[in-house]
């Protein structure tokens, strides 16, 4: 019994370490470059720039919550991201060997490791990386700095600035930093994971690129929803990634609670493993 429980666990980590590999060591990371040119001219120069303005520093955590919480950057990250994956599930070198030495089941637990692997990747990286571009003008701190909540008192003539839309009034009056900085974490996390599910349900019914297209239709959709304040917008899973959305400008009490993005993600996330697991019998390899 023991070692039927190994054998599970090495196959299933076999088939997730190699989709891993393949994934970032392969010319995808030029896909990642591009996507971390945007984020320093979307992101980290604006900040800089604030810094500069009001000649505080910032905090370092600041950028990456930036990056969770702007509307433009949610509508491209997911794109980003599900480029990168849309190769996986493979069936090319070793991975053939695996699918054959493996039943279904393990191959589809090593494909789901995959996915809560390369979205970890992902988030760790953009994090490391928006920390190290503002490292030379931050300070390491649990509260928002003062150059970016005082800078609309400093500048009332410049309410329009992009700056003032990276970390709007809705986030830093209604929570403290380290509560944006876990939900920007976690929700970026269960959004990146249902996703890539999704692309693996119906790379399972052998038709991957229905998958990325409705993965596309969320995202644009739900970027479209929440640009324009509707209330469809808690019907996709981008206004449920951003936390400020859930909170008006004045007052504390949220218009929706982040508690509900969670079970929101927890039970849709629950139903594609689900449907995976009904139709793996269905996958060939091709």
Known sequence: MLCKIKHNIHSIWAIASVEWINL???????????????????????????????????????????????????LVLPLFYITMVSDAPRAEGGLIFSHIRSSKMQWLFGELLFALLSAVTMIALLFLVSCI??????????????????????????????????????????????????????SLFFCFFLLSVIILLFSILNCKLAGILIDGALIFMGAVTCS?????????PMAHTVIWLHYSEY????????????????????????????????????
Request: hydrophobic share 45%; with cysteine; charged share 15%.
């Open 133 to 186: 571009l503002v490292s030379g003008c931050s300070d390491v701190t649990l509260q928002f700095s003062d150059a970016l909540t005082k800078y609309r008192a400093k500048f009332p003539d410049r309410m329009g600035d992009y700056v003032l839309q990276l970390l709007p009034q809705n986030l830093y009056q209604q929570i403290d930093l380290k509560t944006a900085l876990l939900y920007s974490i976690t």
């Open 24 to 74: 970032f060591c392969s010319t995808k990371l030029f896909v990642l470059g591009i996507l971390f040119i945007f984020l320093n001219e979307q992101i980290i120069v604006p900040l800089k720039q604030c810094s500069v303005e009001m000649e505080e520093n910032l905090n370092i955590f600041e950028p990456f919550i930036a990056l969770c919480n702007s509307g433009v950057v949610m």
């Open 251 to 286: 007052y504390s009490r949220p218009l929706f609670r982040p508690e509900w993005s969670y079970l929101y993600f927890g039970i849709m996330i629950l139903l594609f493993i689900a449907a995976c697991m009904l139709c793996r019998k269905k996958y060939q390899i091709r």
């Open 228 to 236: 324009l304040r509707l209330e469809s917008m808690w019907c996709f």
